[in-house]
Every structure is written in C-alpha cells, then in structure tokens.
C-alpha cells in the first residue's frame, strides 16, 4: 500500500518518466511548455436571475435554507467557455431586501476593467429590480468562478457564487472531470442561519461555519470510471477556511494553480486559502475500490469527498501526468523590477477585539463595508473612506512594466491575497520552500513574508485585497492603478 509519504519519496518514478523530473519533493523543472490557443470562436450567452431560493441540501439534514443563487436550476452553476468564444451575461437583481445591490467580479480573470465588477469603482451597482450586463472574451484557460462584490460575507454565506471554467488546456484528454466547490455553511440548532459574522471572527481568522460541504454535501462518495486519470478542479469558496488537500492512497499530480498550468508536482498535500483553486490530475483505484480526498489542515483529518470506482478499469500504464498547455504572460524582468512593499497588520481596533473575544455582529452598511476597522494594508484601512471616495491607490503602476510586491504578513493569522485582473508570479518566501508558480491569490502564512513578481496589465483601477471577506469588509482591502 502507498502512503502519502511513499508517494512523496517515489515522486522521481512517474516524474522520471514524463521527462521533467523533480529537483526535491514538490519541485518540478522546468518542462517545455505549449501555449494554449483559442479552441473555438463565437458568443456564448448566459442569463442569471440573482434571487432567495429555499434549498435543501444534502448537508442540511432535512432543512430548508434561504439560499441566494444565481439560478434557479442549481445552487452552484457551472458556467464553461471554450478559450476564444465570447463569454455575454445578463443579470438580473432580484435579491429580497432593499439596497441590497449587486455586480458580478469575475475571480481571476484578466479581463478589461470595465468588466471586473466591483461596485461604485468599476460600475455603478444593480440595485434591486435592476439588470446589469458583462461580455468579455476570457483570455486564459483554467479554473475561475464569480462572486458578487458588495456585502461578500453574507452572499458567500448565502450560497450566491458559481464557477467559470475556460477549456483549451488539455493535451491529453483526461478520462473524466470532476468539479469540487467546497464550502461551509453557519446553521444553528434551530436549523436557520446563524450571522454571518462576528466582531471576534472578524478580528481573528474569521467565523467559522457549522456545517461542512463539497458540493452540497458532506463527505459526498462520487462515481469515477476506474483505473483513470481523472481531473479535479479543486474550489475553495469558503468565506474563510483555510485547507490542506491530498489523498492518503493515490497517485495524483497537481497540475495547475488558480488555473495557470504547472508542471506535474506530486501531490503530497496543498494548502489553500479561500478563493484559491488547485487542479489535480487523480489515478482513480481499480474496479471497487475508493479514494479519499482529506483536508489535513482540520483538527483531525476530515474526508472531503470519497471516490469510488466503477466499471472496467481504463488504464493499465504507469501513471505519467501530462502537463497542461499554458498561457502566454509578458515576462517579467526581475532585474529591473521595481520592489513595492506591502503591509498587512492589524489595526490597534482589530487587535484589541481579537484579544477581548467575542462582541456584537459587525453591522454591514450601505457602502459595502464593515463600520469597524480591524485590518490594513500599509497602515490603511479601506472604510476609512468609502467606495465613492475612492483615496489614493496604494500603488501606481505603469502597463507593461515589471515590479516586485513585497507581502509582508505581520499578523498571526494567514491571509490570501488577491489581486484583480492580474496574475503574480511567486517568487520566494521568507518561511516556505515554494515552487515557482502563477496564482491571482496567494496565501500569506502567519508572519510570513512573500515575494511576487507582477507585469502590469491593463490600465484601471484593480482591486488588491484579503480574500478571508472578513478582513476584506473589515479593513484589509485597497486598489492598485495601472496607468
Ligand atoms: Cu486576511
């Protein structure tokens, strides 16, 4: 039987075999790279009625939530694009309470900033009874989702988000595909919502959900064809939670992050910080058999999904993960990069609630923000102004230029860092042995400092914040310009 551990060790097998090879554990070589090019032309065309849907999910044991979707057909739509084909949304605000505005960000995507959906700075809100519109022609493959922009804590509570997959990056086609969005819910003992925030969550690592859920369910057993070589798109689309993936039994690869390809590293186990994506290529077991997705960063190991085999096993040959194709991205020059410092700490607010413990809810206001101020970045608090008084950016940048962000974490809780319409480049950590690899969010561990390589893109205003929505709605969230 393999173990996690054997499998580490025994990474250089099938990493042999594909010709890339690994360095150390977790750490490919560079492979030779294919650049993916559009598969398809065209408009796709989608319409979402943004409403209070009671839903029973298979995790809510019987209850009936008041959920916020999309859609009525699914709590979690798929939306998916072929790289080149025009992507054209229309939505509808028909959410039950009033003020209760909307947009649509699209979480990852390099797309102009007309298009990027954060309210009051790139457009002006949907209010309700309103309809707003989007089209872009995605630029790169991968794994993306959208989410609202404005009072993120409860619609993410609430269930309002959906994935975004841009396909064309496959060389070999897998056997199967499996779509994983992972998501706590906070149900009290009278079976309704709890709130979604409080004031000592907000000031620590965020408040925790009762209920945990992939896809609806928990510890859902899935179906796989056996013996195959199975992708998973990994979400993770909690508010808050921090996870560590991987398989106690398996061959598996992860093969991109927030769906930038990489070269095939063996998967011992990843973390990610909310809104983090990973993609793993997964060697399912033969007829009859299951594998277990754990998150190893619970207090004891908790099954996430199980997968269970059926039908005659499709493969017989070693396990050798073909990379993905991957996007053209301006190079960076790093020596010529100009090094931009950034400063997450808390605020003297913000760590004094988080040493007294617990208070009242954080009361959401009409600007989209916490009234109080417990994180900052560079010593800024976003609510200090709202989103019609923007303030100054917390960095300029020229387009086409190279620079460095410094991310330095002062604080004892983990932070993952988005950045909108942009991709970085990690380069080094101060506390981690990290390969070098492309993501939109980068998960700061407590008191870490990290370094990123950026090529700016596109001139606006882009949206730089903490992806735990806590922190962003209570202080850690400013704005790069790109001139
Ligand atoms: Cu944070």
């Known amino acids: 039987m393999v173990t996690r551990r054997d499998l580490m060790f025994g990474a250089a097998a099938f ?15 560079a492979a030779r790279e294919v650049i993916a090019e559009p598969i398809a032309h065209g408009v796709k065309s989608i319409a979402f009625d943004l409403a209070e849907r009671p839903t029973s999910l298979p995790c809510f044991n019987g209850r009936t939530l008041p959920l916020w979707t999309f859609e009525l057909a699914t709590t979690f739509p798929i939306v998916r694009v072929k790289l080149g084909e025009r992507l054209d949304t229309v939505f509808r605000n028909n959410l039950p309470r009033e003020g209760e505005v909307a947009s649509i960000h699209w979480h990852g995507l390099r797309i102009p900033n007309t298009q ?54 496959e060389i070999t086609p897998a056997d ?28 620590k690592s965020g408040t925790a959900g009762t209920v945990r859920s992939v896809n609806g369910a928990t510890s859902p057993v899935i179906s796989v064809p056996s013996a195959a070589n199975v992708r998973i798109r990994f979400y993770n689309l909690d508010p808050m939670r921090i996870s560590e993936i991987g398989f106690e039994d398996a061959q598996a690869a992860i093969i991109a992050l927030d769906g930038n390809g990489v070269p095939p590293m063996p998967l011992e186990s990843w973390r990610l910080g909310t809104a983090m994506r990973v993609d793993i290529l997964l060697r399912t077991a033969a007829p009859g058999g299951s594998i277990k997705l754990y998150d190893y960063f619970s ?30 991205f301006a190079k960076l020059d790093e020596a010529n990069a100009q090094l ?19 208070g009242p ?24 102004r709202d989103h019609r008084d923007l303030g100054p950016p917390l960095a300029v940048l020229k387009a086409g230029q190279s620079y460095i962000f410094e991310l330095n974490n002062t604080t004892p809780r983990a932070h993952p860092i988005h950045i909108h319409g942009h991709t970085f480049e990690v380069l080094n950590s101060s506390k981690r042995d990290l390969p070098r690899f492309r993501c939109d969010t980068i998960l700061l561990i407590p008191n870490e400092r990290i370094q990123v390589g950026l090529v700016a ?25 790109v001139v």
């Open 15 to 29: 990493a042999g075999s594909a010709g890339a090879g690994f360095l150390s554990v977790g750490r490919p070589v």
């Open 116 to 169: 990027d959906g954060v309210p009051y700075m790139t457009q002006q809100p949907i209010p309700p009874g309103g309809e707003g519109r989007y089209s872009f022609v995605p630029p790169d493959t991968g794994s993306f989702f959208f989410h609202t922009h404005c009072n993120s804590v409860e619609h993410f509570g609430r269930g309002l988000m959906g994935t975004l997959i841009v396909e064309g990056d």
């Open 176 to 203: 199967g595909e499996i779509v994983l969005m992972m998501k706590d819910w906070r149900i009290g003992p009278d079976g309704k919502f709890l709130p979604f925030s409080t004031d000592e969550g907000a000031a």
């Open 299 to 328: 207090a004891e190991p908790f099954v996430l999904a199980e997968f269970k085999s059926e039908g005659p096993p499709k493969r017989t040959d070693a396990f050798v993960p073909t990379p993905l194709k991957v996007m053209p």
């Open 340 to 358: 931009i410092p950034f400063e997450f700490s808390a605020t003297p607010t913000g760590a004094a609630v988080a040493a007294i413990g617990a």
């Open 361 to 384: 809810g954080i009361e959401i206001g009409p600007l989209c923000l916490a009234k109080r101020t417990f994180w900052a970045i560079n010593k800024q608090a976003w609510p200090g």
């Open 457 to 481: 893109g596109e001139p606006g205003k882009w949206m730089f914040h903490c992806h735990i929505l806590e922190h962003q709605e209570a202080g850690m969230m400013g704005y790069i310009e």
